[in-house]
């Protein structure tokens, strides 16, 4: 059965995108046929692929629908044929982002050093444990702090980002907050720009620096899975 992944944040430009794209080519990577759903009507993922496709970077064992109804997904889940299915939601709390949680194995939800996004990661851990309740069952939640600077780190936000989720986890909700941080790479926006995947560049320092974080993030998901 597919592994089911959703990345989550009811706040635009937390790097819901980003985090998909990077995830789905390291399964991918590691030999898994992979199905990216975009069902966020800004239609980043969209974007993306299309600006790989002109470039002939469309990357290997990854494919692409977009769904952005309930219907939708329902329909697209039912048929695919994948090992991993990435679904990235849209950025606003709404019906279908909480149809995408009901049939995930576990929710990833980016958070940078704002207070916005930090009150998103609140709702998403919210909406995922009644979902959950719901069903009868565990819903992993990763919280991943993207777009470090150093700068960031000095920001009170960032500070709070640590005891927000512990406190989320102390009131029953099943968040864990990542070890693995995502830094601020010029590698990162380079594929959003039509370059496929960060699998697919060549290996200069600041990509390898790239690779090592994002398998990294890899291995924490899976664990959440696993846990599961």
Not at 18 to 44: K, P
Not at 51 to 71: C, F, H, M, Q, Y
């Amino acid at each position: 059965m597919a592994r089911r992944l959703s990345v989550v944040s009811s706040k635009g430009g937390a790097g819901k995108t980003t985090v998909a794209v990077l995830l789905a080519g390291e399964y991918a990577l590691r030999g898994h046929s992979v199905l990216l759903i975009d069902s966020d009507n800004r239609q980043n993922l969209a974007e993306w692929w299309k600006l790989s496709a002109d470039k002939n970077n469309v990357p290997a064992n990854i494919e692409l629908v977009t769904a952005l109804t309930g219907r939708g997904i329902e329909q697209t889940l039912a048929t695919a044929n994948y090992d991993v299915i990435v679904m990235d939601t849209p950025g606003v709390d709404s019906v279908i982002a909480n149809t995408i949680i009901a049939n995930s194995d576990v929710v990833i939800s980016p958070v940078q050093a704002n207070q916005d996004e930090i009150r998103a990661v609140g709702q998403a851990a919210e909406n995922t444990a009644d979902i959950a309740d719901q069903q009868g069952r565990t819903i992993p939640h990763g919280v991943v702090v993207t777009r470090i600077a150093l700068t960031a780190r000095s920001l009170e936000a960032y500070r709070f980002v640590r005891p927000f989720v512990a406190a989320l986890r102390g009131a029953g909700y099943p968040s864990t907050l990542l070890q693995t941080e995502l830094t601020e790479r010029n590698c990162y926006r380079e594929i959003r720009n039509g370059y496929g995947t960060l699998q697919m560049l060549d290996l200069t320092e600041p990509v390898k620096k790239a690779r090592i974080e994002v398998a990294a993030l890899f291995g924490e998901v899976e664990t959440l899975i696993g846990a599961n």
